[in-house]
């Protein structure tokens, strides 16, 4: 049995076209409905766009006291963060698992969150600007 090269090379081309358009139609439309809140959850930090990537160039350079109250505003607000999400998964998964992990998430974060508003006072540094509401409060929902 003798195979045609020309339409196995031409089959192969169209499958990779065919898998490569399905990609970007499929990026395009998650980006363009829940994908776009969701990086805009994730970009959220006391009221701006700050990425994690920010967050931590943003503590690049400092040391000391100035660390310590930039940490621990950031981490109040990444924490906050987690639990805004962890409470969107509690209400819309479909996996138990998913939402036994965000009652785990909610539980922890909002231990550690109280611990840090504590350092906070008792250091003497800012409240974290206004973050007590969270992202869902943020982003006006």
Known sequence: MKIDKDAVLYGVIGLLLGVIIAAFASTYAVNNSHGDMMNEMMNMH???????????????????????????????????????????AKQN????EIKNLAD??????TKEISQMKSWQNAWGYSSSSGNSGGMMDMMGH
């Open 104 to 109: 785990d998430i909610v539980s922890a974060q």
């Open 93 to 96: 998964a479909k996996h138990d």
């Open 46 to 88: 006391s009221g701006s766009n700050m990425s994690m990537d920010n967050m931590v160039s943003s503590l690049q350079g400092i040391s000391g006291d100035d660390f310590d109250e930039a940490f621990i505003t950031q981490m109040i607000s990444h924490h906050q963060g987690a639990i805004d999400m962890a409470n969107l």
